[in-house]
Nanobody
Framework: QVHLVESGGGLVQAGGSLRLSCAASRSLVSIDGMGWYRQAPGKQRELVAR???????TYADNVKGRFTISRDNAKNTAYLQMNMLKPEDTAVYYCKARGRPSTNWVYADYWGQGTQVTVSS
């Protein structure tokens, strides 16, 4: 089975830092890219950052200069380093990976369960 496991969320004060991790199961292969999304109460889910298999990154404008996405392809893991956190960053953060199960050739998007990030002022 394919699954993504997220960790690293928590409660921090404004200006603090957190690092999120997203480990995709080894059964997910040929991953095109991985990304982090977030959803605050009453808001639509939005892209935070994504990274291609080749290492090209994309960031939402409101996190540029504060967040850094990276990945370790050998570990099927993506990371999101979040610095200078603001209360506006409070949300559930979700990891997404696009790839295919090792048992077939059908590509699909896979989502983690989400991890809560709360930034207090």
């Amino acid at each position: 089975q394919v699954h993504l496991v997220e960790s690293g969320g928590g409660l921090v004060q404004a200006g603090g830092s957190l690092r999120l991790s997203c480990a995709a199961s080894r059964s997910l292969v040929s991953i095109d890219g991985m990304g982090w999304y977030r959803q605050a109460p009453g808001k639509q889910r939005e892209l935070v950052a994504r990274i291609t298999s080749g290492g090209t990154t994309t960031y939402a404008d409101n996190v540029k200069g504060r967040f850094t996405i990276s990945r370790d392809n050998a570990k099927n893991t993506a990371y999101l380093q979040m610095n200078m956190l603001k209360p506006e960053d409070t949300a559930v953060y979700y990891c997404k990976a696009r790839g295919r199960p090792s048992t077939n050739w059908v590509y699909a998007d896979y989502w983690g369960q989400g991890t809560q990030v709360t930034v207090s002022s």
